[in-house]
């Protein structure tokens, strides 16, 4: 079947939000094939060669059972006819899946697979039961097909992935390869371009060490030959993107706390190149497989880098603000970066860019959607890499200011009264309140109760001076006729014998010659103290009576 260029998109009645029609299109022509009406249209997806169209409509549920209406409608795009409709109520994992070839139709319900002829969808052609079955992935693959079915967690038992050869999956010992794990709440497949392995992004919605908000990431390497392996990362932390080589022989992964690191690995899962580490939380190869893009999108801010994966080497890196979505071309050689409504409602539009990273044409739309490039699988030629930047434009789009957000009461100007200006010019910058400030404006209050307090501190200078005069000294309650304190001598220095005696290099005399010595200098202390006119008491003259001893047991011990 060849590749129908067809684009379809859901507009709602301007005055009545519930008359949705889904319109059809032929690209590049932008001829209309049909309206379809669904009322209540959130999601359409096309199969891959756009020879079939899904559509599904949020799923409304009345008192009357009977009432109740298919919400995911199929279409067969080239024969313009209606194929099925299903009952789809959850938006969860709503997509249909088609292998590339569009021979068979996929969808999950309850602990069931159902599996159609893609022209016939009114007869099962398979079925798989598996109790609990949360997803599966059906291998984009010509003529060899192949499934993985997932199944959580169950009261403690570890949840786990089977692969198998479609139709051959009755029996479970038909898999061709098997994993299991803990930990595990969701999974995403990503199919190398030949379908003979499969990368599996395991996620626990909670980090129980902590380390992540994200929750915890495990990647895992599955192939059609029964190989099972856990990818081993050099950084700890989440794997925040993976992305296989259009060869299906090797794959990047981007992982670990920021700034997070770039590997390249091998169909062993063995690390063979390592493209730096930034703030990055996406990796995107390209078509023809010999440039890599390696950049932060999302909760990051918008910068990538391009790569030479052969020469590991890096040919650009510019900023693209504010991007929403973006692909490459299907040659291989430039970059669309879009930014869309409701995600974002300013600055809407799109970018296009050279893989040396110079914007090659911009337009701004006031309120865009979504932008595509049309699929043309030809197109993806061998080109030689080069570093050398192209002729490119400046944009003309606003960027969001990079200044740091200060307070009006900070931007130079004094805050409010009292304070000091804290005027901050970097993150990094201190302020020191006494520096370079005069003195602080003080309100009419504050200058009232700081000249009483002024008047008051005089007013005892100056009585105390006069008591002074009258009384021969400072302290009011002295009388006339007492003598003046007998001043205290200044304390003499005191020798002590033990201040002379030296160690002998024997550990044990060495350290009772310390302990006499320390307790000699605490009596020549207090000899000291009482010569000065200190009165000692009891303790501290037993202590004294001691020194002819311990002099004595010195001298033994230096002999």
Not at 60 to 87: E, R
Not at 476 to 485: D, H, L, N
């Amino acid at each position: 079947r060849s590749l129908a260029l067809c684009a379809a998109w859901c507009q709602s009645h301007q005055h009545y939000d519930t008359l949705c029609r889904v319109f059809v299109v032929e690209a590049p022509t932008w001829q209309r094939i049909g309206s379809l009406k669904h009322p209540r249209a959130q999601e359409i997806c096309f199969s891959p060669k756009g020879s079939f169209l899904a559509i599904w409509e949020s799923y409304v549920k009345t008192t009357d059972q009977s009432q109740l209406q298919p919400n995911l409608s199929v279409y067969d795009v080239t024969g313009k006819k209606p194929l099925k409709s299903f009952f789809q109520p959850s938006q969860v994992n709503w997509k249909p899946q088609w292998t590339d070839d569009e021979a068979i139709f996929a969808r999950n319900i309850t602990s069931e697979v159902h599996f159609y002829n893609a022209n016939d969808l009114q007869t099962i052609a398979e079925r798989k039961i598996i109790q609990k079955v949360r997803s599966f992935s059906l291998s984009p693959s010509i003529n060899n097909h192949y499934v993985i079915f997932f199944v959580p967690s169950i009261q403690g038992a570890p949840a786990y992935v089977h692969l198998y050869r479609y139709p051959n999956f009755k029996e479970a010992s038909n898999a061709l390869a098997n994993k299991s794990f803990f930990k595990v709440d969701t999974i995403d497949s990503y199919w190398n371009k030949s379908s003979t392995a499969c990368l599996l992004l395991t996620a626990a919605e909670m980090d129980k060490s902590g380390l992540s908000y994200y929750g915890e990431h495990m990647l895992f390497y599955l192939n059609t030959r029964g190989d099972s392996i856990r990818v081993t990362v050099s950084k700890p932390g989440n794997i925040h993107s993976v992305a296989w080589c259009p060869s299906g022989q090797e794959f990047f992964a981007v992982y670990g706390t920021m700034p997070s690191k770039a590997t390249l690995f091998n169909q062993k899962c063995e690390a063979i190149a390592e493209f730096g580490s930034g703030a990055r939380n996406t990796v995107l190869v390209n078509p023809v497989g010999n440039i890599v893009l390696v950049g932060g999108f999302g909760n990051i801010a918008a910068r990538y880098e391009m790569w030479d994966i052969s020469a590991r080497k890096k040919i650009g890196e510019t900023e693209c603000s504010d991007s929403t979505y973006f692909s490459w071309s299907p040659c291989g050689q430039y970059l669309l970066t879009a930014t869309c409504s409701p995600r974002l409602r300013v600055n809407n539009g799109y970018k296009v860019w050279h893989y040396t990273a110079v914007l090659q044409h911009e337009e701004s739309i006031q309120e865009l959607f979504a932008a595509h490039w049309i699929p043309d699988p030809e197109a993806a030629k061998s080109f030689r890499v080069s570093t050398t930047p192209v002729t490119g434009i400046e944009s003309s789009m606003v960027a969001a200011s990079k200044q740091k957000y200060i307070l009006p009461s900070q931007r130079g100007a004094k805050g409010p009264v009292g304070l000091p200006n804290t005027e901050k010019k970097f993150l990094s910058e201190v302020d020191d309140p006494t520096k370079n400030e005069g003195a602080p404006q003080l309100s009419k209050a504050a200058l009232k109760k700081k000249k009483k307090r002024e008047a008051a501190k005089k007013k005892r200078e100056e009585e105390g001076e006069a008591g002074k005069g009258e009384k021969g000294g400072n302290n009011w309650r002295e009388t006339a006729g007492q003598e003046p304190p007998v001043p205290v001598k200044a304390a003499l220095p005191v020798n002590s014998f033990a201040a002379s005696i030296e160690l002998t290099g024997d550990p044990e005399k060495d350290k009772k010659i310390r302990n006499i010595k320390k307790k000699l200098d605490a009596i020549a202390r207090l000899k000291g103290e009482k010569e000065n006119g200190k009165v000692l008491v009891r303790n501290q003259i037993d202590k004294i009576a001691t020194e002819d001893k311990l002099i004595k047991d010195l001298e033994e011990l230096i002999l």
